[in-house]
């Protein structure tokens, strides 16, 4: 009988840490340092692998994601060896997706052709925005041209090339980003994240934020129309959202993220990784250790966990239900109700789908488009005693 995280499919995330810089707005675990040992990053990531490989031997692995901080300051011969270790501990799926992070400077660019002569073949690219003033703004080390630049370089050495925007800038009219976006999809190949500025508390915005010294972001009502006219033009242009936040071609969705919201099992590997492992029948949340040091340390001596969980059914039920309500095909009612030992109110699911925030069907429960925009409410309201 198949388990429940067979439904999701099995991935494997490993988390690069470094960063030429810090960009203001960032809450993703990552780091600068003057010198890292790159040889001594590979032994303890070869060694994460074996260790669940051990554990979880002969499922099939659908995506593998490099993400950070900046992968893409990884050399391609670090990328390499990780990939031959998961070839050599897991079978691979037929249409096998590995995909990594990058930002796009002149020298980062040039690794392009090892990335994927080591396996990458999909690389997603933070260009964030195509306005060098707002690039600034931002903190981002590039300018447009370097970005467009290294887009075009990409495209040379892989068939699937995303990238990211930053909407609801500070300072940002909704023409400019109507303007901006149709610019971007003119440039698109198969997919785009597009993002809403948020405020994160420990971040430089959020400090800024909280001195009243960041000024010119736009009101809810402003961020609404950004959000509806990236939902319509990205429509119109043949990239539907598949997601809240990203939209794609149909076939070019990211696998890898579509495990997450399918709520499928994830290995995270590196400092501040989390993951989702199902063993014996059970599944279990895992973390790791923030501090790079802290990991590299703790995987040297022979488990990079510093935490692992047992989810109760409850739990398992309201992650697969926080995370599938994000993506347009929803969350399957039985497996839903099978994880949690009930069923969702009637009369919440009544009166949300009254009011349009949601569809559903005896199988099926998905938030409309107008529920997207709400969705943290719709979601709350689920959950409400």
């Known amino acids: 009988m198949a388990e429940d995280w067979e439904q999701g499919g099995f991935g494997i995330y490993v988390h690069w840490p470094f960063c030429a810089s ?26 994460e692998i074996d ?6 031997s002969g499922r099939v692995v659908n995506s593998v994601f490099f993400g950070g901080g900046t992968p893409s300051l990884m050399a391609p011969e670090t990328v390499s060896a990780i990939l031959e270790r998961i070839h050599e501990r897991w079978p691979q799926a037929n249409n096998v997706e590995v995909t990594l992070e990058a930002n796009p400077t002149s020298v980062e660019a040039g690794r392009f052709r090892g990335y994927g002569q080591a396996g990458v073949n999909r690389l997603s690219m933070g260009i964030q925005a195509l306005n060098n003033h707002d ?33 609801a800038r500070q300072d940002q009219s909704l023409k400019e980003w109507q ?9 698109a190949v198969d997919h785009l994240s597009l993002y809403q500025l948020t405020i994160e508390p420990g971040t430089a915005f959020g400090d800024r934020y909280d001195a009243g010294k960041l000024r010119g972001l736009p009101e809810d009502d402003l961020a609404g129309d950004m959000y509806e006219a990236t939902q319509e033009i990205c429509d119109t242009a043949g990239l539907e959202a598949y997601e809240v936040s990203n ?28 993951g989702r492992l199902t063993v014996g029948g059970q599944k279990f949340a895992t973390e790791t250790a923030l501090s790079p040091n802290e990991w590299l340390n703790a995987a040297d001596a022979g488990n ?62 998905r938030v409309t488009p107008s529920g997207r925009m709400v969705l943290n409410a719709v979601i709350k309201e689920l959950f409400a005693d």
């Open 22 to 47: 810090k960009c203001p707005y960032c809450d993703f675990n990552s780091h600068v340092a003057a010198e890292i040992d790159e040889s001594r990053w590979v032994r303890a990531y070869l060694s």
């Open 51 to 56: 260790r669940y490989a051990d554990e979880v």
């Open 135 to 167: 690039l600034r703004a931002l903190g981002r080390l590039h300018t447009v041209e370097e970005g467009l630049a290294a887009f075009e370089t990409a495209r040379q050495f892989f068939d699937r090339v995303s990238f990211d925007l930053i909407y």
């Open 179 to 187: 303007a901006e976006l149709r610019r971007a999809l003119d440039l």
């Open 247 to 274: 939209h794609a071609k149909t076939g070019s969705e990211s696998r890898h993220n579509l495990i997450y919201w399918r709520y499928g099992d994830y290995i995270g590997i590196g400092p501040g990784a989390h």
């Open 304 to 365: 990079g966990e510093a935490l692992r969980r047992a989810l109760s059914g409850a739990e398992q039920a309201e992650e697969y239900l926080m995370m599938g309500l994000r993506i347009t095909q929803g969350i399957d009612l039985k497996r839903f109700s099978i994880s949690s030992g009930r069923v969702l109110d009637a009369e919440k699911l009544s009166h949300l789908a009254e009011i349009g925030m949601v569809d559903i069907t005896p199988n099926n429960l």
